[in-house]
């Protein structure tokens, strides 16, 4: 089985553009969480999608926003660029969206702003 | 809120055990470890359920104690392949299953094994 797909892998972008990032689950997952991580702050939950639906956001400007498809992958986008949003993005996909569920995380995206 | 994970890092020799500690200040459903090698993703190795439910590998075990809200992983004769960052991750803030996929991760834990 598939493992958790994470498209593009490498971005580099400017301070004030957009970038939206993708991500496909494992197969028969519908529940898609997306992670930054950088090396200040470590790993930090950014939101959670189930069903088309948010079902949890973390502490997280309305810069950062996602969406979820029928077919259960996911969308990232962040708008308004800043230098302090270069980090290594990442989504993890699991069966449901329990609190016991096992998260399988992607390769990443690694965004760069300059 | 972030769990605390203690040692920040370790250095062992092939062979060696470890334990990784991390504690919350929050009563948890589940706890979940992963290991991150430089420039990958973290990938899963185990994950503890209050109850005492516990699901991961044969070489690598772990603990619970839900009333401490405290885990710990144990690496058994540790290999090379084991070096990397070890993190946890605690989900279930409450106590609770039904409170979603959010994961709040500690700092981690450098782990080198030498030969």
């Known amino acids: 089985k598939a493992g958790v797909t994470q498209t593009p892998r490498y971005l580099i972008k400017t301070r004030g553009q957009q970038v939206t990032l993708s991500c496909s689950p494992i197969?028969?997952?519908?529940?898609v969480s997306w992670y930054q991580q950088t090396p200040g702050q470590g790993l930090q939950f950014l939101f959670e999608?189930?069903?088309?639906?948010?079902?949890n956001k973390g502490n997280f400007p309305g810069r950062f926003s996602g969406r979820q498809f029928s077919n259960s992958r996911s969308e990232m986008n962040v708008s308004t660029l800043e230098l302090g949003d270069s980090a290594l993005y990442l989504c993890?996909?699991?069966?449901?969206?329990?609190?016991?569920?096992?998260?399988?995380f992607g390769p990443g995206t690694r965004l760069l702003v300059l | 809120q972030q769990p605390v994970q203690s040692p920040q890092a370790v250095i062992l020799r092939e062979g060696e055990d470890a334990v990784i500690n991390c504690s919350s200040s929050?009563?948890?459903?589940?706890v979940h470890w992963y290991r991150q090698k430089h420039g990958e993703a973290p990938v899963f190795l185990m994950i503890?359920?209050?109850?005492?439910e516990q699901k991961g590998h044969e070489k690598i075990s772990a603990s619970f104690n839900e009333k401490k809200q405290q885990s710990s992983l144990y690496l058994t004769a540790s290999q090379l392949s084991y070096s990397g960052t070890y993190f946890c991750?605690?989900?279930?803030?409450?106590?609770?299953?039904?409170?979603?996929?959010?994961?709040?991760f500690g700092q981690g834990t450098e782990l080198s094994v030498k030969p």
């Open positions: 993890a996909s699991s069966l449901g969206t329990g609190s016991g569920e096992t998260q399988y």
């Open positions: 197969s028969g997952h519908r529940s």
């Open positions: 999608y189930f069903s088309e639906t948010q079902r």
């Open positions: 929050k009563a948890l459903y589940s």
């Open positions: 503890l359920l209050k109850g005492g």
């Open positions: 991750g605690t989900g279930g803030h409450g106590g609770t299953y039904n409170q979603g996929g959010k994961l709040i």
